[in-house]
């Protein structure tokens, strides 16, 4: 059962660009990390965010926790060639109980010189 | 390189058969979490385990089996396999019991294919 919904799942820019994945959840998660992936390699933690309207920022990358703390943005301002990846939402705790990584979908990013 | 090592990268099995895969965590870390994800199913967690002991059991097949030895290496068995269970393996890692406030490491993964 796939308790995340990622979206879009392919997204396909020009260098430059700005884009917004979006991570949505029927349920309530105690906190929520965005990781990308890369082929080849496995998934890589770009950040943590626990309370709920929380915005994190790490260079040209936005990302807010919902104030229900049921969904999540990860926002890329002036995109890069080097962005390109696999973006995963994954979330932890909440109603669910669960100590365990709840992985969302999946968007799939492609930004082109 | 994320410090968690996995073998074998790529292996390739016909129908009916069994594997073994392998991870080496992080230095220090107690727990190993395998994942499989697959075009259509996405990243699934299938079981962690914490010093030894398994902790927590997600979307793993009967037909599947892991442990985690006194070295802290674990190993993911796979038996009578089946071609849906082609996918790319991972083994991850991180210091303590609970996910929250550990950060989780990922190895690079092993792919399966069976045919």
């Known amino acids: 059962t796939q308790l995340l919904e990622q979206s879009p799942q392919f997204l396909s820019i020009q260098e430059g660009e700005n884009l917004t994945v979006y991570c949505n959840s029927s349920?309530?998660?105690?906190?929520l990390q965005w990781y990308r992936q890369e082929p080849g390699e496995g998934p890589v933690l770009l950040v943590t965010?626990?309370?709920?309207?929380e915005v994190k920022k790490l260079k040209r990358l936005t990302f807010q926790f919902g104030d229900a703390r049921k969904d999540s943005s990860l926002h890329i301002t002036a995109a890069q060639p080097g962005d390109t990846g696999l973006y995963l939402c994954?979330?932890?705790?909440?109603?669910?109980?669960?100590?365990?990584?709840?992985f969302g979908t999946g968007t799939r990013l492609q930004v082109f010189p | 390189d994320s410090g968690v090592t996995q073998t074998p990268k790529h292996l390739i099995t016909a129908t009916g058969q069994r594997v073994t895969l392998r991870c080496s965590p992080r230095?220090?870390?107690?727990?190993v979490y395998w994942y499989q994800q697959s075009l259509d199913q996405g990243l699934q967690f299938l079981i962690q385990?914490?010093?030894?002991?398994?902790?927590a059991k997600g979307n793993i097949l009967e037909r599947f089996s892991a442990q985690q030895f006194p070295d802290l290496h674990s190993e993911l068995n796979l038996s009578s396999l089946e071609l849906g269970d082609s996918a790319l393996y991972f083994c991850?890692?991180?210091?303590?019991?609970?996910?929250?406030?550990?950060?989780?490491?990922f190895g690079e993964g092993s792919w399966l294919t069976v045919v």
């Open positions: 991850a890692s991180s210091m303590g019991l609970k996910a929250s406030g550990n950060t989780i490491y």
């Open positions: 349920s309530v998660f105690s906190s």
């Open positions: 965010v626990v309370t709920g309207g």
């Open positions: 994954a979330g932890r705790g909440g109603v669910y109980n669960t100590d365990k990584l709840i």
């Open positions: 230095s220090g870390d107690l727990s």
């Open positions: 385990y914490y010093n030894g002991e398994e902790r």
